[in-house]
């Protein structure tokens, strides 16, 4: 049974989601946590996110409320005014301060939150707060999720085992309106909090803004770590002997969680790492991969199993990276080379074989620097476009 | 009879398209051309694109050669030596100089051109050559185009009538490989040739640098407009008084033809303009409109007909543009307004009716400036990714 020291969760169903299923979501640790978040960086931000970036200022959160079925987004003043209200009311019922919530909306976006509905619930969704019940809490915060996204490891520090844990949910901006990303991440390990935020950044960066769906983003994107300390008396900082090992485990959970996302991006059939290497910087690498992962031509060719690799070429010189020569790229999938310095190597039957698997590795050289990044994909099929071109309103 | 004066054409079908259909064509003036073009923005270059660019330098242009059937890109110096060779062919079989004609290639990416075919066929391509063969060499550069692209307009100035045409292809970067976005211009008239670039630069900028079929971009897009000025002795200057007459009929033509670029689509059903207005700058309101463009959410609920504006508010947010006020975004469809002050403003059947139609216009004001763009699109349904993850190699 997966725990975190300190840590309880809820899920229920509140009428949110029509279907009837769990749609309130609370996470509740009794003692003050460490928090850090990353938001989206679209400029159309939903009212949990403009209240969540003043909460998390204040550095003092126990608690996360999620709800789906509403992204209480493109709500103005009145969407701000709901948020205001569930914590409130979350604030009434536990005697403690409306600032140690932390809210988070997933859902259909323009429509005003039902907040009576919600509030109407909030004793239930605390009474049935559990160290157990992880997975309730997964499933109320699923939209059109295939599956839940649950990552737990443990590892043992000094004298203590220490666990972490991390929930997201996700699955493309897609049908019937756009879906988010999300992910919360908790621990019952202690760190400075300033190495914590860094440690938080990076596994983001390098997980969940290193997948493209559809090449569109949220209004509700979130990712938010809680550490509570809770599981014993370690403080992590920067000369922690451990300090590799606890990142690069947060660095696999997420990158677990991201991957499992472009899995279940509805229509999609196929997973796809590209990876860029020799770039001038790092920027430029994510750059390219970025632009191939987004190109509708690569993704509708990964969906045919079309090793054509004319598309990739030409969405590597229309990516915004100031240098590329293109007399030295080289392009390889699943470790087949199929272009050296811009020329065509082999048109072997080995290529077309390696693109109809379910998982496929593009790897680009561009021979011009030392800087490698990667994006994980999927591709753009017959359902993509069923799923999302129905008529919702 | 469409004509241009002392411009004679041909079009003729040599093999490099295995339909056997056209795929060899000739634009020819006696006189020398004013000329300028303006090139795809891809770093990864085709080798025409290359070698036009030096000859382009010249300003002593006769002649352009196209082929369809191969774009000759990713080719390398055997590319370049390939068009060069042919250049150098039509040169002897004229007593001309090699950088008298400009090449231009489209097609299939990555095959070495086959230079030998078009020489052997070049003595035909001229003997061919008339001032009325303008529909062949509008077929002999088309590729998976369902029909030719041709505007030709006449203008009294003066004493003389004067010609103007200008002759497409494209249709997305699409299925079998990708395509690629060509228009010749050409006129009798005479301009003063700081003033002819500027034209054709400003045309370009309003037409084919506002279409976005799938988001791609080609290794081979080019415009050229060649003036001969046999029709008259006007030469137009920045003071002739018809300027803003011959102007507006330039970038008319331009603007139908980048229309029917997009309206030819493969698997394209629908056509939209989207116009933003009220931003900070033209570049801004050009960015926010390029990036609903390019949205695969929105393409596909203009497929479904589905009023989606959550999708349109989240593309706006998400767009490069440093200053985006949410509360301030009003968008209208067909001139009903959908949400105002970033609110839902009606969920009236008369959105719905919009959507369904075969054109549809988007108008958004972000209300923040005083500076407008637009861009043109199609939608994307399932016979997009038909065409496009068909197996090809």
């Excluded at 103005?76 to 536990?94: D, H, Q, R």
């Excluded at 949220?218 to 770590?225: A, F, K, L, R």
């Excluded at 990876?275 to 690498?285: C, L």
């Excluded at 080289?330 to 290529?351: M, R, T």
Aim: charged share 20%; glycine share 8%; with cysteine.
């Amino acid at each position: 049974m997966i725990k975190v020291k300190g840590f309880k969760f809820s899920g229920i169903s509140i009428g949110l989601k029509k279907s009837g299923k769990k749609d309130l979501g609370l996470i509740f640790s009794e003692k003050p946590c460490k928090a850090h978040a990353v938001f989206t960086k679209n400029k159309v931000l939903a009212a949990p996110i403009i209240v969540g970036k003043k909460i998390i200022k204040k550095n003092n959160i126990h608690s996360i409320i999620v709800n789906s079925g509403s992204a209480n987004a493109c709500t103005g003043k009145e969407g701000i005014l709901a948020t205001n209200k569930v914590l409130k009311e979350l604030s009434l019922n536990t005697n403690m301060d409306a600032y140690n919530f932390f809210p988070s909306s997933t859902g259909m976006i323009g429509q005003q939150l039902d907040y009576q509905l919600i509030n109407k619930n909030i004793p239930k969704l605390i009474k049935r707060l559990k160290g157990t019940s992880i997975k309730d809490f997964a499933n109320a915060i699923t939209t059109t999720d295939r599956f839940t996204k649950v990552s737990h490891k443990k590892l043992r520090i000094g004298r203590n085992n220490y666990n972490f844990l991390a929930v997201a949910k996700g699955a493309g901006m897609i049908h019937p309106n756009m879906a988010t990303m999300l992910c919360f991440f908790l621990t019952d390990l202690d760190f400075e909090i300033k190495l914590f935020r860094k440690i938080i950044n990076n596994a983001t960066d390098m997980s969940f803004n290193s997948i493209s769906v559809d090449g569109d983003m949220s209004t509700n994107d979130t990712v938010i770590g809680l550490s509570n300390g809770t599981g014993g008396d370690e403080i992590i900082t920067n000369k922690s002997k451990t300090l590799s090992t606890i990142s690069n485990t947060i660095n696999g959970m997420f990158l677990d969680l991201a991957s499992l996302i472009v899995k279940d991006a509805e229509g999609g059939t196929k997973f796809c790492k590209i990876n860029v290497h020799g770039a001038k910087s790092k920027k430029s690498a994510k750059l390219v991969a970025r632009k191939i992962s987004n190109s509708l031509l690569f993704k509708t060719a990964l969906f045919g199993s079309d090793p054509n690799w004319g598309r990739i070429i030409a969405a590597i010189g229309s990516s915004d990276v100031a240098y590329i020569n293109q007399n030295k790229i080289d392009i390889s999938i699943g470790g087949h080379l199929l272009v050296k310095g811009g020329l065509e190597y082999s048109k072997s039957k080995i290529a077309d074989k390696l693109m109809k698997k379910k998982e496929v590795e593009i790897n680009i050289n561009l021979n011009s620097g030392k800087h490698s990044s990667y994006m994980l994909t999927n591709d753009i099929g017959i359902n993509y476009v069923k799923f999302n071109s129905y008529y919702t309103t």
